[in-house]
């Protein structure tokens, strides 16, 4: 969709531009050769770049041909982190889905923060009670904006992974260490043991948006080369056809009113041309996205804003 509207608006803007700054197409096209320069780097450039895309592809691909132990050992990973996080839930088997993954985990900090809010063993000091209240507030505000999101749209790993992208955990997970530290005398063993495992569930939450992104990558890669493979042969023809064409001097005679059926055809043709180029920025532009909001894959935070304090 991104592509396609992008490709529209440089049609637009080129035929608008062609309109107002009134200029010769047929004298470039038959006294110069600057169009046929112009498509004959863009038809060099489609067949330099797919390549290059298929090989960086091919590479990463390669990264899957692993022996039977490596692979192994992944799944064993996949499943001690489950049963890990179970353990800390005690709520029966995870799900293997990654939306219903998450909302499971969503679920185990809720519970987490409602055991802060609600235990009647809480620490009756009156700024270790307003902090852990504070704190679980933010907590919970940040959950409802996820499953806001998740719950307006599908299960697909993007959809999955850029509802958590503005969810805080490096710096949830300060806040719990500095309130074991801050308040570790106030605290009663209920709110102790509570804040520990939710540190744990906030670490899983961590591990699992870092593994989301990962997966989005590959899927984004293997996507690119896909829809890049399918258009880019038929563009790769359609371009030499143009060039034929210029040489030749045929251009077809219907047009829109108001237009030059050479400016029209030039920029029509010069759009489609450029049309694995849109197509590879849109895939950039969304990868970039995402590549810039998962910056923080430690326990560190690149922003300082917002963040509660506790001085003891």
Not at 20 to 49: C, D, H, K, S, Y
Not at 183 to 199: K, N, P, Q, Y
Request: net charge negative; proline share 3%; glycine share 4%.
């Amino acid at each position: 969709m991104l592509t396609l509207v992008t490709m529209i608006v440089i049609l637009s803007a080129l035929l608008v531009v062609g309109t107002v700054w009134e200029f010769e197409v047929q004298r470039l096209v038959t006294e110069t050769r600057a169009v046929q320069t112009l498509f004959n780097t863009l038809l060099g450039g489609i067949i330099l770049f797919v390549s290059v895309v298929l090989s960086i592809n091919t590479a990463a691909l390669a990264q899957e041909f692993a022996p039977l132990q490596v692979k192994l050992a992944r799944i064993e990973d996949s499943i001690d982190f489950q049963i890990e996080l179970e353990e800390l839930v005690d709520e029966g088997v995870s799900p293997a889905g990654l939306q219903p993954f998450l909302e499971y985990v969503i679920g185990a900090i809720s519970a987490e923060t409602e055991s802060l809010r609600t235990s009647e063993n809480a620490t009756g000091d009156e700024r270790a009670r307003a902090d852990l209240l504070a704190f679980v507030d933010e907590i919970d505000t940040q959950l409802s904006l996820i499953e806001n999101r998740i719950g307006r749209t599908n299960s697909q790993v993007s959809i999955v992974l850029l509802s958590t992208l503005e969810y805080p955990y490096a710096r949830h997970i300060n806040v719990t260490r500095r309130l074991k530290s801050v308040h570790g005398a106030e605290l009663t063993e209920s709110d102790h043991d509570s804040l520990v495992t939710l540190l744990q569930v906030l670490t899983v939450l961590a591990s699992g948006r870092e593994y989301f992104t990962t997966l989005y990558f590959k899927r984004e890669l293997r996507n690119l080369s896909s829809s890049l493979l399918v258009p880019s042969l038929p563009v790769i023809v359609f371009t030499a056809y143009v060039l034929l064409a210029i040489d030749a001097g045929l251009f077809p005679q219907s047009t829109l009113p108001g237009l030059g059926s050479r400016l029209l055809y030039v920029n029509l043709a010069f759009v489609i041309a450029l049309s694995p180029y849109v197509l590879l920025s849109s895939y950039m532009l969304r990868i970039l996205t995402v590549s810039k909001h998962s910056l923080e894959s430690t326990v560190f935070t690149l922003h300082s804003d917002g963040e509660l304090e506790f001085d003891g």
